[in-house]
């Protein structure tokens, strides 16, 4: 039994730490990934297009975002992942630390939990494999007899823990569960609204110019368009 508590005790920080290690690998692929054209090869080099000179580098960042990304990085159980490819790096901070708060609870949760044991029942028990680690107990319940002759129906007994720390587990993965659905939930909006933004600040400022060129000598005709910010 020592045994098994110190095995228990030594997973939970290595546990952390193998999530805290791949939370900053993430966040290094989602740092390279916001210096990046989206639509092509992050290998290759990025097709240069005019910006306007006001545009900041932040609002040309939002404007290139895409949803696509947002949703495929929901495949990554991080707290806060979708907030900082939005570019609400201060946010995901947050959320990230909500998530390892409520992983916490869950952890010590698990430490206050007893070894297990087979409950206590008023029944006489069928016992299979006793004492080794696939034993397993049913429980006799009486339904018929018949003279000398009784009929049992045996319902399966499972191992119960004695401890107090359900209560924390429980909260724990609600706290972890709600932060993750927040962060997605909340961080698509970020995105479709931030790019939007820019769009539509920037798009107002676009003008258009028609000229046509007309050339009889050389027996030409043609629209010039020009574009202006």
């Known amino acids: 039994m020592g045994t098994q508590h110190w095995m228990s005790a030594m997973k939970a920080p290595f546990f952390l730490t193998v999530f805290i290690t791949r939370a900053w690998a993430v966040l290094f692929i989602l740092s390279s990934l916001n210096s990046q054209s989206v639509s092509g090869d992050m290998l290759t080099e990025t097709p240069l297009y005019p910006v306007p ?57 698990a430490s206050m939990m007893g070894d297990e044991k087979w409950p206590k029942s008023d029944y006489n028990l069928m016992i299979l494999n006793a004492g080794e680690d696939n034993e397993k107990r049913y429980e006799k319940i009486p339904i018929n007899q018949l003279g000398d002759d009784i009929e049992y129906k045996l319902i399966p007994m499972h191992k119960e823990r004695d401890g107090s720390g359900s209560g924390l587990i429980i909260l724990g993965a609600l706290v972890l569960a709600g932060d993750i659905i927040y962060d997605w939930l909340h961080g698509w909006k970020m995105i479709i609204n931030k790019r939007d933004a820019v769009r539509y600040k920037y798009g107002q400022q676009i003008q258009v110019s028609v000229k046509p060129d007309v050339n009889l000598n050389t027996q030409y005709a043609g629209i010039n368009f020009r574009l202006f910010f």
């Open 53 to 109: 000179a006001e545009m900041t580098f932040e609002e040309y960042q939002d404007m290139n975002r895409r949803l696509t990304i947002g949703l495929a990085l929901t495949s990554i159980p991080i707290p806060g992942i979708v907030h900082r490819y939005a570019g609400e790096k201060k946010k995901a901070r947050r959320l990230f630390m909500i998530g390892a708060g409520g992983l916490g609870l869950m952890i010590t949760g």
